[in-house]
C-alpha cells in the first residue's frame, strides 16, 4: 500500500490595501529567505480564523477583519509522509486602518510594497499563480501544487534535496455571495 501522508494545516494571511500589500521577510524556518503572508500552524482548539488573527498579531503586531480568500494543498517530495493544506485570508476589502503596532517580530520583518512590484522573485514559487486572486478578492480558490525533484536522477540531487513546482491547478469557487454567478 503507498504511504498516506498526514495533513498539516497552516494559515497564511495577506494584508491589502488600496494600492499596496503587506509581506513579511521569514527570517527563520520553513521558508526562510522568502517574503510571504503572516502565518503558520493552526493549534489545537482552535480555528483556522482564530489562528489567522493570532499569528498576524504574533508575527507583525497588528489585527483587523480578515476573509477566507483560498485555499492552497500542496506536497513536496522533500517532505514525503506530509500534505500541506494552507488556508489563505486577506483584509476585509475597503479596509485601510489596522489596531496595534506594527512592528518587525523574532519570525518576520514587515514591509509595503506596491501592487505592481510584488517580488513574486522571492516568493515561495506557486504564489504568483494565485496571490492576484487573493488581492482582487472576487473568488474564493482552490489551488493544488506539487512540488518535485529538480531532476529524476537520483545521482544528480544536491544534498539539500532541491524540489521545484512541477504541477499545479487552480480552481475558483463559485460563490453566489461574493459575486453573481456567471456561468451557468
Ligand atoms: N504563501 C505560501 N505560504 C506557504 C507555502 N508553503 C508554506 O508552508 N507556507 C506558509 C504556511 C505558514 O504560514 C508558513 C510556515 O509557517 P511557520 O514556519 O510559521 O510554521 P511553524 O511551524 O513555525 O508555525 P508557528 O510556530 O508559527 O505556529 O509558510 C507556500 O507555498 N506559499
Request: with cysteine; net charge negative; charged share 30%.
Amino acid at each position: 500500500m503507498p504511504m498516506i501522508p498526514r495533513i498539516r494545516l497552516y494559515t497564511n494571511v495577506f494584508v491589502v490595501f488600496e494600492g499596496k500589500i503587506l509581506l513579511g521577510m521569514k527570517k527563520r524556518g520553513v521558508g526562510e529567505g522568502l517574503y510571504n503572508g503572516f502565518g503558520g500552524k493552526v493549534e489545537p482548539g482552535e480555528t483556522p480564523l482564530e489562528a489567522a488573527h493570532r499569528e498576524l498579531k504574533e508575527e507583525c503586531g497588528i489585527d483587523l477583519p480578515l476573509i477566507h480568500a483560498g485555499r492552497l494543498l500542496f506536497l513536496s517530495a522533500a517532505m514525503p509522509s506530509w500534505a500541506f493544506h494552507i488556508e489563505l485570508y486577506r483584509s476585509a476589502p475597503g479596509l485601510s486602518t489596522y489596531t496595534g503596532e506594527l512592528a518587525e517580530s523574532d519570525e518576520m520583518r514587515p514591509e509595503w510594497f506596491p501592487l505592481s512590484s510584488i517580488p513574486y522573485s522571492q516568493m515561495w514559487s506557486g504564489d504568483k499563480l494565485w496571490l492576484p486572486l487573493v488581492i482582487t478578492g472576487e473568488h474564493r480558490f482552490l489551488a493544488r501544487e506539487d512540488y518535485d525533484r529538480e531532476t529524476d536522477d537520483a545521482s544528480k540531487e544536491d544534498s539539500q534535496g532541491q524540489v521545484e513546482l512541477k504541477r499545479w491547478w487552480i480552481a475558483l469557487e463559485q460563490d453566489p455571495s461574493r459575486t453573481e454567478e456567471k456561468r451557468k
